[in-house]
């Protein structure tokens, strides 16, 4: 299946501070990434849709301005949590979209653990 | 058995035994179902997929069964294995942009 790779794989920075999240699509490209956050024994929820060459679309409660989301190319879309709080502390997991509309198929990345003292 | 209550739902099973996992979707015009699998600490992992203009799909070990009139998912696991211990998720498709929609999860633990 398609890799997806994320980095760095866990962080833990200082209140107050940015945190960018890398995720990459290594041996196909992708138009369409995905955003997801998960906290300990939940569901995964979508944060939001990126798209190559465009503003990102948020999820309904998502705070645009908090989680930045560029999509520079089609094998990267990198997420930065600005002035993170401890809240934000979770795990962060991105996705890539591969195929046609009847087999969009998406392939997750392996998740960066976020602890934010 | 099965439970649910404030923390995912659990199945345990013996090792060798068939699993059933469940999933109740939201959306009657949903037309593309995955199941996922997580392991502890690690992103999701797909398993099998289906159509809505499919009622079965069978992979390697696992079958995945769609009833659309009570809008019910199911994925069977074969002779289960401890490495098939994780959480399992379903996700629907709606969206022409692909938007995924994720079930609660069920965390199956398989006893040697």
């Known amino acids: 299946g398609a890799v997806v790779s994320q980095h760095p794989s866990r962080v833990i920075c200082k209140s107050g501070t940015s945190v960018k999240i890398e995720c990459r699509s290594l041996?196909?490209?992708?138009?369409?990434m995905f955003w997801y956050r998960q906290f300990p024994k939940q569901s995964l929820m979508l944060m939001a849709t990126?798209?190559?060459?465009?503003?990102?679309?948020?999820e309904q409660g998502v705070e645009k301005d908090k989680f930045l989301i560029n999509h520079a190319s089609l094998t990267l879309s990198t997420l930065t949590v600005t002035s993170a709080h401890p809240e934000d502390s979770s795990f962060y997991i991105c996705?890539?979209?591969?195929?046609?509309?009847?087999?969009?198929?998406?392939?997750f990345g392996p998740g960066t653990r976020l602890l934010v003292l | 058995g099965e439970s649910v209550g404030l923390h995912l739902p659990t199945l345990s099973v013996q090792e060798g035994d068939n699993s059933i996992i469940n999933c109740a979707y939201s959306n009657s015009a949903s037309d593309y179902f995955i199941w996922y699998k997580q392991e502890s600490g690690k992103g999701p992992q797909f398993i099998i997929d289906?159509?809505?203009?499919?009622d079965k799909r069978q992979g390697q070990r696992v079958t995945v069964l769609l009833n659309k009139t009570v809008k019910h998912l199911s994925l069977q696991i074969a002779a289960t294995q401890p490495g098939d211990s994780a959480v399992y998720f379903c996700a629907e498709n709606s969206d022409r942009g692909g938007k995924l929609i994720f079930g609660q999860g069920t965390e199956l633990s398989v006893k040697p």
């Open positions: 041996d196909f490209q992708a138009t369409t």
């Open positions: 289906i159509r809505s203009n499919m």
């Open positions: 990126s798209n190559e060459g465009s503003k990102a679309t948020y």
């Open positions: 996705s890539a979209r591969v195929g046609t509309r009847y087999q969009e198929t998406q392939y």
